[in-house]
């Protein structure tokens, strides 16, 4: 297979020649004919839901648009709106950076050091601990269930239980009072996190080479922890790419958790985030413009993140 | 001392390991397991308690007396309400499997020739593939509400499905895993005369069954828990998680019915993962990304 590529590559090479790089174009499209119709179906769908849609939003994030009327442009206005204008956007981005900072690299951490440590265990209570790790997050939405943990009467079960051992007299509103809505958001929301990431951690772990670690070992690793820094983390790195992108934008797109625990909109914007912003704009005021101006923020911040991130995890090990 | 000279004779297994390190270890990954799995543990029990125990004082985790009362009273309220509970799963059950199985055919075509071949496009392709990965649907959701309403699919399952088929985490995880396929096993059926449709249907696919179930088990949950989102407005299209909302609005009278429904959510991809598990371990190895 790679030879043929090579040699299309070399033939390419030698017909520089030939007038028109589109004939070459077109040539390459009708010998590949086959790969282009086996991908149709997928890239179409793609295309027509993800990225046209993040292109339109960017130029309509200059517009205003309410669905009905014909949009209008208005240049930069819904960006100095937004940045200047919006107190309540500069509360959600507060909020969202706040989760970010905490829950991004508290799941990442925690993803990967449980990974290592189920790592350590025989195969059958490794798949055990996998699974009680995971379970959470693909458990649907059953997130609903510290809604009763955090529950405000006296039958909420944090509630009872402090009151039982008298820490408190009366129960406390948990999911109205702002002071522990951001916080508690940010503990259901780390319950959810060991995703994917915590999956593919605890795959990338299992195919390490055992002849590095023991090639190591001669060579004067002496401790765990030397053997996780110059071995276990270097030979993972494509995994703990994988995971940052995974963990990175789970936790700049806290909503659905927010909204269930805390309400949309919550008391006095605590649990507000970007997503719900975008989406009070977006669903409830059909401030079109506006709600995309949100979105390209939000793109530019995600995208953003884990670009930064990258750059940081290529310096593991070194 | 003594305990590095025994380390010598212990096998490759516990090189640079010391007990107590291993020790502590083990306890903090007791603490968070029971932290991770006590709210689930207290959902199963929940399903089971008698009215009189949901609502006790102090509130208690686990169940005395066992009863399948709840799950009675789901099925009668299946049968009285407007719409029956039957239509909500069958909706569920209908959006989640023609999703899911959709989502393995469109992202694993799609997958093949990126993984096996360089061709015009082809990078580009799946560096924005790889992009999308960057951020979350959120980002796309006025757009995608209106390209919705341009193609008229606002209030049809349609709106959930099709978005869902172009998954791309879907289709990174796939190509990944179709790299590990040997070149000369391609070539060989090449050789035998098989077209590529032929190559991908008969030696690809039935090589990557442990993607398909790892396709399966993210793609399973997400629409599974779906709720219809801005979608879906009728009632007799919306799914079982939005039904399962509107039995917990109905406040202390329902607690109990919506417990056994939180049950029957829940039970449906964890029982998936456990059957799934070690195929979704396989294709995992081989998720990481190149810088």
Known sequence: ??????RHAASSLIQTKKPSRLANVARELRKNKHYYLLMSPYMLIF?????????ISLALSFFYFNMLEFPRFVGWQNYSRLFLGDDVFMIALKNTFMFAVVTGPVSYIACFLFAWIINE??????????????APSISGNVFFIWLIVFSGDSYGYLNGFLMKFGFILEPVQ???????????????????????????????????DRSLIEAGAVDGIKNRWQELWFITLPSMRPQLMFGAVMQITGSLAVADISIALAGFPSVNYAGHTIV???????TIRFEMGYASAIATVLFCTMIGANKLTQKLLRKVGE | MVMRM????????KINRSFTVSFLLFALLAVFGAFMALPLIYAVNNAFKPLDELFIFPPRFLVINPTLDNFFDLFALMGNSWVPLSRYIANTLFITIVGTAGHILLASAAAYPLAKYR?????????IVILSLMFSGHVTAIPNYMVMSWLGWINTHASIIVPSLAFPLGLFLMKQFMEQIPDALLEAAKIDGANEYRIYWSIVMPNVKPAWLTLMILQFPALWGTDGGNFIYSENLKT?????GQISAGGIARAGVGAAVALLLMIVPITLFIISQSSVMQTMATSGMKE
């Open chain 2, 240 to 244: 079982l998680h939005y039904a399962l």
């Open chain 1, 174 to 208: 948990w999911l109205s009072n702002e002071q522990y809505i951001l916080p508690i958001i940010i503990i259901v929301q780390l319950w959810l996190s060991l995703g994917t990431s915590f999956l593919a951690f605890i795959a990338g772990l299992q195919t390490i």
């Open chain 1, 276 to 282: 719900t912003h975008l989406m009070d704009f977006g």
């Open chain 1, 1 to 6: 297979m790679q030879a043929e590529v090579n």
């Open chain 2, 119 to 127: 061709f015009w496009g082809s990078g580009t392709l799946f560096s």
């Open chain 1, 121 to 134: 265990l025989s195969p059958k209570v490794r798949a055990f601990m996998t699974l009680v790790f995971y």
């Open chain 1, 47 to 55: 295309f027509a839901f993800t990225v046209i849609p993040v292109v």
């Open chain 2, 6 to 13: 025994l380390g010598v004779f212990r096998t490759p297994r």
